[in-house]
């Protein structure tokens, strides 16, 4: 294995990290306006990601910066394709961040409602739009000679891109719904965990579609690859598994579910990294757009000793905040910033 063939693994594990970890957190925000019946479970919904929405959300980061040092190339060129579509995948982020600091500042209900519903469409554009994205480096865009795209941004709606875009919102969704089960009680979670039963079918269907069309379309040979099989069958068990009640097996599944089909993405594309329709031959590769070997190196020494730090921190982050959470305790005021004592609080399951 050469050092451009790892970092793209590792870049690989950084996306399919992001999409687990952050795709409950999208499935959250998502969610949280249509389960909810009330403010109080609004805030329950919330404060399940309250503490590590904004930790997660490093993997995005993460994972542009390995393109970025790694494959200067392929991040030149992708990030100048993308231009304008990832102008709003940052407002969404932006507007999704700034929805769960400010939504309790003020007392104004159409204030809160203005930002429940910037959390819930910035929750939903987000992995849309990064769907839509690897989609097209799946597919295939315009790509001259000199690495630069030759279309506009319509020419990036493609058929294919813009179903996987669909697939990964349907997955964040199936995601959280499962993460909520996990981490409410009552009537809430009651209603969720039919509700993820439902999404867990429909996931089922969506993403068939999505290894289907991306094995006879781009995949040489009629054999599904094991990820694509592996996509379709956790989240047939992720599904079976809601509606019998195991929750901690049903978000596992949906966990390898998610892992599979970003694994599917980047297995169907590897060794190239953009595909040009223009020539196969201007498509860009792992091989002519890593960096030199001394920086790959150094940045293989700094991952071995950094990486397992992080994992380690996250670990401890979600094992301290594992508890559910139910409303306030009796005798508190029912409103309050969600930093506050008098916010919904976290007890045993």
């Known amino acids: 294995m050469t050092l451009g063939t790892f970092w793209f693994l590792i870049d690989v594990i950084f996306w399919v990290g992001f999409f687990i970890l952050e795709g409950f957190d999208f499935g959250v925000g998502i969610l949280h306006s249509f389960v909810s019946r009330n403010d109080e479970e609004r805030r329950i919904c919330i404060n399940t990601i309250g503490p590590v929405w904004d930790a997660n959300e490093v993997w995005l980061i993460v994972a542009g910066a390995v393109i ?45 409602t203005s930002f429940k519903w910037g959390l819930t469409i910035g929750s939903a554009l987000i992995p849309l739009l990064i ?56 009537d809430l979670h009651d209603r969720v965990a039919k509700l993820s039963t439902q999404i867990g079918w429909v996931s089922v269907l969506v993403v068939w579609g999505f290894v289907t069309w991306a094995h006879l379309g781009f995949a040489p040979g009629f054999v599904p690859n094991p990820v694509e099989v592996v996509a379709v069958l956790a989240l047939i068990a992720a599904a079976w598994l809601a509606g019998n009640g195991s929750e901690g097996w049903a978000f596992a599944m949906s966990a390898v579910g998610v892992a599979s089909t970003v694994g599917t993405f ?30 790959l190196r150094v940045m293989t020494v700094v991952a071995l000793v950094f990486f397992p730090v992080v994992l380690v921190y996250l670990t401890w982050t979600y094992v301290v905040f594992r508890r559910r959470i139910t409303g306030p305790r009796l005798g508190t005021p029912a409103e309050g910033d969600l930093s506050s004592p008098t916010s919904p609080t976290a007890v045993e399951s």
Not at 266 to 292: C, D, E, G, H, W
């Open 68 to 112: 970025f040092a790694a494959f200067p190339l392929w991040y030149a060129t992708m990030f100048s394709t993308l231009y304008l579509a990832l102008v709003v995948l940052l407002v969404a982020l932006i507007v999704r961040g700034v929805a769960f600091e400010y939504t309790r500042k003020i007392e104004d209900p159409r204030w809160r």
């Open 131 to 186: 769907g839509v994205a690897f989609g097209d480096l799946l597919h295939g865009l315009p790509i001259n000679a000199n690495h630069q795209y030759t279309g506009n941004f319509f020419g990036l709606l493609t058929p294919f891109g813009l179903y996987s875009g669909v697939t990964m919102l349907v997955l964040s969704t199936l995601m959280g719904a499962t993460y909520l089960t996990l981490k409410t009680t009552g």
């Open 266 to 295: 980047f297995t169907q594309l590897y060794p190239k990294v953009m595909i040009s329709t223009t020539s196969r031959a201007y498509s860009i590769t792992i091989a002519n757009s890593a960096s030199p070997t001394y920086t």
